[in-house]
Structures are given as C-alpha cells and as structure tokens.
C-alpha cells in the first residue's frame, strides 16, 4: 500500500503550478466579489499570506504518532508551506486514511476547516470524501479517504494518450461531478491530473474539493470559469499528450512557444474530432478558439451537457487472442513422432465366444420386447384414463406449458435521479449483466451506504424484450445481497420509457438470487430492474453487481 501512498493521499503537490485565470475574490460563486476590494491588493494580501505561511513551521509529527487516539501516521508524503499530508491508519475502523496536518495558528487553518467541512456535507461518491475536520490540541487536521485501488491520471497520461472512449468517460465524469460540487457552491480550484484517480473498475474519483485550494491559498473571482477550463486542459491532455500551455507540467511536454493554443486534432493525428472541439469550447476563455465556432463551455454544467449531447463514443472492441494449441501427450515433443493408434482387442473368435454372443442377443431381445409391451399397455390404459370414448369431443388441445425463456434484445442503464447513466460502458459496463457468462458482472458506482449514499433512491437497468409478450418471472443473480424491484412499462408503450413514474411496481424482493414474479398477469416489452438497497462488497464499498438476468414466459 506505501507504493500508491502519493497516488491515494496526496492533494497538496506543488508540481505544474499553472493558474488558469487570475487568482482573487472567494471561491463560491462566480462574481462575489464584485464591488470589494481591487484585484491588484488582493493578489498582494495572498503573497503576505503566502509569505507568512513559508515562516509557519510544520509541527514535528514522526511515524507512529497519534491523533485522537486513533489515527496512527504511517508515512509522511509532503512537507509544503507550513503543512503535511500523511498516510494513516484508523486504528478504530481498520482501514487507511490520508491526512493533512497544519498548526492551528497557521493563516490557512481556519479557511482549510471550513473548506473540509463544506467538502464533507456534500457526500457524493465521485469525490475522495472528507471524514472529518478536526482542532485539537494546536493542531488543524482533515482525515480523508484512502482509495487503494486508485491510480493518479499523471502516471496514467505519461504511459501514453487515452483512447476516444476512455477520454470521454473522463470528461463526462468529471464535469458532471463538478456541476454537481457547484450547485451546492463548493469549487476545486486546482483540478490538475495529479487531482483525479481512476479507480481498478473504470471510474474517476476526484480529490481535495475545496480543500486543495484552501490549502494552498488559491482563490478565483470566477470559479465555475476556472473548473470548467481545468477540465478542458484534462481532456486536451487526455488526447494529445501534451499539456495545452507553453511550459511543461504535471510530467507532460508543454505545447511550442509562440504557437499559441491548437486544437488537439491539430497537435495528434487520430484524435476524436467531437473530442477535439469539446475541449477548445472549455479552453476558449484562457484564448482558445472553437473550430466550429460553437458557443463556449463557461461552467461545468454547460460543458456536462455539451458532452451528453455528443453521439455516444462506442468502447473499443476487445482483441481477439489465439487460443493455445492443443497440448501433446506427455514425453511427445513438437514435431517428434506420433505415437501409433491404439489397436482394439481381437472379437471372441472361439466356439465359447460365439455361444456367449448368442446368448447375450437373445437375452437383450427378450428384454426389449417384454420392455416394449409394458409400455404400449401402460399408454393405452393412461389414454383411456384420460380422453374417454364417451367425453371426447375431438377439439381438445394440449395446454402452452409456462416458464419458456424469453430473449432480451438489449438492456440500458437507468439513473434518472442522478447523473442518466449508471456504468454504461467500460470495465463491468452494462452489457456483462446478460451476457451469458455468469463470470461477468455489470456493477453500480460506488456509494457510501446501502441507500446509494441519500443521493437517490435507486437505480436499475431496463429490459427491452423485442415485443410485446407474457412476463412471467425475471430472475436475478446478485453477487452480493441485494434489494430489487420488478417494474413493468405500459404494453402500449411505443418507445423505451426514460421516467420512473412510466413504470409499475408489480414484484419484489431480496437475497443473492432473486425471482421477481409479478403478482397478476403482466404483458410489455419494456421492464425495469430497479435496485432499491445495496450492501457492502468485500471492498468496503457498496454497490449492486449484477451477473446474470434471464427473463421467462
């Protein structure tokens, strides 16, 4: 774990320092400042700041020390202006922690607890959370999750650019957990690669909301502006490679002095057109230009739904691999000599052979013919038993027997109380929940508690089963405890609903598999399996896991 001990903790490093708009005013919302004090004395109060916090000294802290008595440090990470992050253990809960530690007199500590408790308060699962913000004993310290799994996209970039898919999950992600942080007034400020973490299943967790900004003194009189152009300078880096100013940063080249801004198109041959232009409509403030000259993205929920209205980017096909050869019988080398057929033995030849042989015939004859008439008497006693001559009216047909497997033509994720799309795509995309291979699994995102962390109140994955017909049973394997509903959309229905109020609840359940059974005959082509409570997984985290749905008549 002391290998990914930078990926996981570290919110505070100093390197590629590059401001993307002027620094003053507040980091709430967009021209709060106004009408108060002049930019330029704003920019010289934070350089005294800055200058005062360089003479505060980080209080000598050392491996193996506690706070509160329960979080014991580890390993120090970084030692910067006064503070220091750490990795940690909670003692308490058994698991690691990050935190970052600063003398209660320090002249950040009182903007660094107030930016971790709002931080806090916000609860989304996209964002590294805040455990807690505590003074004690003349220390100021902000306890905040350890994702071990997680790896920062610096090293991720520097293996090489992303491919269209990838890069589009990471832009969509992230803008749409930054419009999110923006309704409720919280900014980042210092969204860079060394902020965002892809996660071993395919998901881009962001860290140091608020807190990374207030650590290191950075404000903005037009936030949203500020976030939304860091998330262009992600995707631009994303695509090429290349860090989208003239100086290098983040351990990526920057672009040419005195080029200016380009287009990533222009910069890599085979990048993403959509892509492309998406991220010079986030850029066009800091003097990008549109290629298209498309109206640009000045907040995060602007560029959100400018990368939903995009066509859906397809993941890659996976790459077919040659199966291994069929193995040799042991001692035979390539290319050495094939061993001869195996002869079968000789038929009895002799006189008691041949005796034998006939006796064997005539007693497997007899038992057959014996078998035979049982079962012809068997059956015309049955016939009789159940058509009488005297009641039969030559119509009668045999009953369909139920429980007929139905094919689903396909399935679509279903968030409609959250972001629209719950794990479309990518490592456990949706496609894994009926593939056939009870090995796969499609999985949720990633929530705090079993109830989708108060963000919502479900989310599920809608059937489409071709036409119109009897729904019988829906059975669900789970790959942990899972709480689920079966609901059903009109069977007039022309189009696959995208509302929750189109559907009725018409079964439920519990348990690891679960058969949903509709309580009266139910006819529709569009059903939906809507996940009402999850449970913990052995991760620590909780999601709902789907591996396989089979839908019968």
């Not at 010289?44 to 440090?73: I, M, N, Q, W």
């Not at 308490?92 to 009182?110: E, I, Q, T, Y």
């Not at 795509?425 to 894994?432: E, M, N």
Request: proline share 8%; aromatic share 6%; charged share 25%.
């Amino acid at each position: 774990m002391a290998e990914r001990s930078t990926a996981a903790v570290d919110v505070a490093d100093n390197s590629g320092e590059q401001p993307l708009t002027a620094a003053a005013g507040k980091a709430t919302t967009d021209g709060a400042a106004a009408g108060k004090k002049a930019s330029t004395h704003k920019n010289t109060e934070r350089a005294e700041s800055e200058s005062t916090a360089r003479d505060v000294h980080p209080p000598e802290l050392h491996s193996g020390h506690k706070l509160a008595r329960r979080y014991r440090l580890e390993e120090c990470v970084t030692r910067l202006e006064g503070f220091s992050s750490w990795r940690a253990v909670d003692e308490k809960l058994r698991r690691a922690v990050g935190v970052h530690l600063l003398p209660a007199d320090h002249p950040r500590a009182r903007q660094v607890l107030a930016a971790a408790r709002s931080a806090a308060l916000l609860g989304d699962p996209r964002f590294v959370q805040v455990l807690d913000a505590v003074e004690e004993n003349e220390l100021v310290y902000v306890v905040h999750e350890w994702l071990p799994d997680a790896t920062e996209l610096t090293p991720v970039l520097a293996s090489g650019p992303l491919e269209p898919h990838e890069a589009y999950q990471l832009v969509s992600q992230v803008s749409q957990a930054m419009a999110a942080a923006h309704r409720e007034g919280l900014a980042h400020l210092r969204l860079n690669p060394g902020s965002v973490l892809r996660t071993g299943t395919g998901q881009y967790r962001i860290r140091g909301l608020a807190v990374m900004a207030a650590l290191r003194g950075i404000t903005s009189e037009h936030p949203q502006r500020t976030d939304t152009e860091a998330i262009g300078a992600l995707l631009y880096a994303a695509l090429t490679q290349r860090w989208p100013y003239d100086s290098n940063a983040h351990g990526l080249s920057g672009l040419p002095k005195g080029v200016g801004l380009i287009a990533p198109d222009q910069v890599r041959a085979g990048v993403h057109r959509g892509l492309s232009e998406l991220a010079m409509r986030a850029l066009v403030n800091d003097g990008a230009t549109a290629s298209r000259q498309e109206k640009p993205c000045t907040t995060p929920e602007e560029l959100a739904k400018a990368v939903a209205a995009m066509p859906r980017i397809r993941p890659p096909e996976p790459d077919f691999t040659t199966p291994p050869p069929y193995p040799r019988p042991p001692g035979i080398r390539n290319g050495g000599p094939v061993p001869p057929p195996v002869v079968p033995p000789p038929p009895l030849q002799s006189r008691t052979g041949r005796a034998l042989k006939w006796s064997v015939s005539a007693l497997l004859i007899a038992a057959l013919g014996l078998g035979s008439w049982q079962l012809a008497d068997t059956l015309l006693k049955d016939g009789e038993k159940d058509h009488p001559r005297s009641q039969s009216t030559g119509n009668d047909a045999p009953k369909t027997v139920g429980g007929k497997p139905i094919r689903i033509k396909t399935v679509k994720d279903f968030d409609p109380l959250g972001d629209g799309a719950e794990k479309a795509d990518g490592y456990h995309g949706i496609r894994y929940a009926y593939d056939g291979n009870p090995s796969t699994y499609w999985s949720t995102d990633y929530y705090t508690n079993a109830e989708f962390g108060g963000l919502k109140d479900g989310v599920g994955i809608i059937l489409d089963l071709g036409k119109v017909q009897p729904v019988g049973k829906v059975e669900i394997d789970f790959l942990n405890d899972t709480s689920a509903q079966l609901m059903a959309a009109p069977a007039d229905a022309a189009t696959m609903p995208m509302a929750l109020s189109a559907y009725s609840k018409v079964a439920a359940g519990t348990g690891k598999v679960v058969g949903l059974k509709p309580d009266k005959p139910t006819q529709a082509r569009y059903v939906l399996v809507w996940l009402t409570k999850l449970s913990v997984t052995e991760g620590g985290e909780f999601r709902g896991r789907i591996s396989e749905i089979k839908v019968t008549s």
